[in-house]
């Protein structure tokens, strides 16, 4: 059985990783890599497990995580259809079964907020795990005066926790930020599209997605 163990011990899966990381750091854009893809997968299965979905629909929503930015190596533009293409063509050489392929591929091919659409729930988990991962460690430029808009925001973050509530109504995103670096409004003017997708993704799961930025309830 292919599992999100064996997925991250794959050679070739890893390489796209890392090359589509490295395409991303010359274009300028924030980290990609192992410490992104893993953190993505464990909030996705959070989501599913907390939410009551099996361990086999768990295990495939971690895979799509991990697997879900490997098309950058191909192009920034579009990158989740043709990461989707190119799990498709990895999953399927390892022999994974057409039903589990088909429910991977369809997360990674709706993840961006450009194209993407919650149509399934390990598609919708990847969509609140994916853009929940706003963080310092992120940002490859370390020279504060020269940030751009996205590193200001990211850097700015100093804390985040995604959470379920208790009664598995609510699923909260908290950030605390350093207006050091970046105001609420700069967040926004960055992450408008992602939050609204995310609100879209919690709908489908049953629940409400409430955006809370320095202990203030934003969304």
Known sequence: MITYETIKQNENIRTYIQKADRSLGKLG???????????????????????????????LAKIAAYMHDIGNVVNRSEHSQSGALMAFRLLANLDMPADDIAEIITAIGN?????????????????????????????????PT????????????????????????????????????????DYFEIFMERMILCRKAADYLGLQFKLFINEQQLI
């Open 29 to 59: 854009f924030t980290e990609h890599n192992f410490a992104h893809v893993c953190m993505v997968a464990e909030n996705c299965g959070y989501i599913l497990e907390t939410l009551g979905y099996s361990e086999h629909e768990v295990d």
């Open 111 to 143: 993840h961006d907020e450009g194209t993407g659409t919650p149509v399934s729930p390990i598609a919708a988990a990847l969509i609140l795990a994916d853009k929940s991962d706003v963080r310092r460690s992120r940002v490859r430029n370390q020279d």
């Open 146 to 185: 020269t940030f751009d808009i996205h590193d200001r925001v990211n850097y700015s973050v100093t804390k985040v926790n995604l959470k379920i509530n208790e009664d598995k109504t609510l699923i909260k995103l908290k950030l605390n930020i350093d207006p050091h670096y970046c105001s609420v409004m």
